[in-house]
Structures are given as C-alpha cells and as structure tokens.
C-alpha cells in the first residue's frame, strides 16, 4: 500500500498546529476519577471494597475535544452549557489556566454541570455513575451559541459538533450552525452518540466506532467485506463527505466522497484505557485538516494520537512530540 503521510510531511502539519483554529460544540462534560486498591469484597454484597487513593477531576466530553486540541498546541474556541455549581466553576476555572475564551459556555441556574464519575482500581474502572440533565437546549441558548460562533467565524479552520447525547445537540442548533458554516465555507466534523445518523445529514466528517456505525446501519458489519458495504451505504444514504469509522484493535477505516477506502492499522502496543479516546480522533483530525491536512493525512495523525492516548489511564490528552515519536 503507498505510504499515505511522511514524517516529513507530518511535520510540516504538526509544525502548523499553533495557527490553526477550532470551534467545538457540544456536551461539556467534567470527568470525575476516584482511584483506589482492592483487596477484599464485601460482606455486604459481593462487590469489591475499593479503599480510596486519590481523585481528579478532568476536561471530558466536549471539553476534551477541546483539551486535545489545547495539548497539541493548537487553538479551540468552545461552546455549550455547565450550572452554576461547584463543578461548573471549576470548569471555567480550568478553561480560564489553559487561557481558552469561555464566552461561548452558558451559565444555567437549574441545570447541573454534567459529570461522570469512574472509580478505578488497579488500572480498571469498577463503575462509573453519571449526574446529569438530558433536556433539550433552549431557544435563547442556541442563539447565544450561534452569535458567538458568528463572531469568530473569520478566524476558524474547522467546526466540530461533539455530540454524547445529553441535549444540547439537536436538529435546530445544527441547522443553524450549518447556515454559517456554508456561507464561510467551514467544515463540520461530528463525532456522534445518537440513534441513527440522520441527525448529521450532509456533514463533511462522521467519526463513529463500529457499534454506534452498526446501529446506524442497522446490522452488523464483522467481516472486512461488510464494512466496506456497509461505509459506502451510510456515506452514500447520509451525503457524508468522509467517514472514519474506528474499529478498536483493528484501527480504522477512511471512506471518502470520491470512492476512497482506506484501511489504517492501530498501533497501540498496550491499551490502558479507551476512555475519551473518541475525543483524541477527532480532536487531531480537525486540527490537521485546519493546519492543511488532507483527510487521509488527518485520519493517520488521529489514529496515531489515539494509540498514544489509549496507553494512559484516565481521559487523556497527546503531545506534539508524543505524536511525533509513534510516526
């Protein structure tokens, strides 16, 4: 197979990381770690005591799209909704250390900040409990989300709808957010949650794993050969312009407008923790596309900062030169 990016030619896009510019929308997520050690179940029930170590607290959902792009020494501008509770100041006040503009996060009195929150022991999640409000995004909210993307539509490369289902995503938000992307000519990159995908119809980039794209075909796709078919179809019956679908082990998989299909291997040696790894893909694929990339260019830095990101534990984020040494 030819050779799809160099490392010389990486290092050009990554080189061109600091001037490019994302905007990314969707469900801002904090991430709440509870680490521990387990050596004794309960008398109580069998399930395991985790005796507590520590704890963090970590950009997720949205957020870590947003994060991953920050890591690589790109620049993100992002929009959605926290409460005005303990979390949601320290998600401002996280924004605020990696000196992101906060003016598109909506402040909600009677929505609490979205978080979930693993326990881990030993390296493995033991459970994992979320705090949410899934209602949908109210009116005067998504026009205040769509004048702030009016404001910076000059100065951004790429638009990326991060979309883990807890309401703020929907048909009107996109429509309007389509509206000015079109008259821009920005594209629109949209890692999905929902049922089905015609909620993304006509989308320049879909990046689901291979359940969520199975689920959206309504079988399932085990075989190469049932991929294949299965990535024309959606790519076909949705008006994608590109899908990645992610495959786990077995990497991922790039299908273009033009008839392109291209296979590209993982290359994770160890894998700790999936956790946001979802986030990682996209977040490095609109940074390259927005830097000069090509999608297929793109699709190898993503998955090349996917397989550094599932070899840490917790939501994790890739360096530059983390990216530089696995090409």
Not at 60 to 66: D, F, I, T
Not at 120 to 146: C, M, W
Request: glycine content about 10%.
């Amino acid at each position: 197979m030819k050779k799809i990016l160099s490392r010389k030619r990486a290092v050009e896009i990554i080189d061109r990381f600091p001037s490019a510019r994302v905007f990314v929308v969707g469900d801002i997520i904090v991430d709440h770690f509870i680490w521990g050690k387990v050596s004794r179940i309960s008398p109580e029930a069998p399930v395991p005591v985790v005796r507590v170590t520590s704890e963090s607290l970590l950009l997720g959902g949205a957020a870590n799209v947003l994060n991953n792009i920050y890591s690589l020494g790109g620049a993100a501008f992002i929009a959605g909704v926290a409460g005005r509770d303990e979390m949601g100041g320290w998600l401002r006040k996280r924004l605020e250390e990696i000196k992101v503009d906060a003016g598109g996060i909506i402040i909600k009195e009677n929505r609490p900040t979205s978080i979930k929150t693993r326990v881990i022991a030993h390296n493995q999640q033991v459970v994992r409990f979320d705090r949410e409000n899934r209602d949908p995004l109210l009116q005067k909210d998504r026009r205040s989300i769509i004048r702030y993307l009016q404001s910076l539509r000059h100065d951004i490369g790429v638009i990326v709808i991060s979309d883990y289902n807890k309401g703020m995503v929907n048909a009107e938000l996109l429509e309007e957010i389509t509206a000015v992307a079109k008259q821009e000519g920005i594209p629109i990159f949209v890692d999905p949650k929902q049922n089905g995908f015609s909620l993304y119809r006509g989308c320049d980039l879909i990046t689901p794993n291979l359940a969520e794209a199975s689920q959206a075909l309504g079988e399932e796709m085990q075989s190469h050969d049932e991929l294949v078919k299965g990535g024309l179809r959606l790519t076909g019956d949705y008006g994608f312009a590109s899908l990645l679908i992610t495959r786990g082990e077995e990497g991922m998989t790039l299908f273009e407008k033009n008839g392109d299909i291209t296979d590209i291997p993982a290359v994770a040696k160890e894998v700790y923790d999936v956790t946001g790894a979802g986030d990682t893909v996209i977040g490095t694929f609109a940074l390259a596309v927005a830097a000069g990339a090509s999608s297929k260019e793109a699709a190898v830095l993503a998955n090349r900062s996917a397989g550094v990101a599932v070899g840490k534990v917790g939501t994790a984020t890739v360096k530059p030169e983390e990216l530089l040494s696995v090409l």
